[in-house]
């Protein structure tokens, strides 16, 4: 299975954190997993340009954070049970990915929770309905791969421009 798998009309669109509005007439949809370093290129090359197309009501951002069961994410997991679920996710996932070095080399989900809580002031979310529904959700639509960027009939990875970016947004 691959990205050209992913059946988009099987996306939901009302789970997970949404940011900006309900009425933005393209709504992209972010499958992420925050101990993901591919995950990390995507929001340090694209969170800016998309929260300007937030602030100018072109786009809403639905992001669903996805706790996959591969080892080396496993962590990432922990951390999205302390990412507030509103527009205050975008300032924790950027420190969560500022940080991402120095908590995602730690030797237990316990220790990730205290620097979650301690080094980075968040707190535990009641976020595991949520997980259970994205978890299904990638299941049934296909997605395996982080980070899957769906806009429209179109999924997309970190690897696409700027430029391309742009012009699936604006067809």
Known sequence: M????????KI????GIKIGSDEAPVKVV?????????????SDEKNDLLQQ???????QRIIKLFD????SLALGNIM???????????????AIY??????????SHEEVALYATEKLQLTLQDYKETAKSI????????VFFVPTVIIGEHVVDQKISSDELLALINE
């Open 135 to 142: 978890v299904q959700e990638t299941i049934d639509a296909n």
């Open 68 to 71: 996959k069961e591969k080892p």
């Open 98 to 107: 500022e940080t991402q070095d120095d908590w995602g080399n730690l030797d």
């Open 12 to 15: 939901n669109y009302d789970t």
């Open 53 to 59: 197309l937030v602030a100018e009501g072109k786009i």
């Open 30 to 42: 972010e499958y992420i997993n925050v101990r993901c370093p591919f995950c990390r290129q995507w």
């Open 80 to 94: 999205h049970h302390h990412i507030p679920t509103d527009e205050n996710a975008i300032v924790a996932i950027q």
């Open 2 to 9: 691959g990205m050209t798998d992913v059946e988009t009309s």
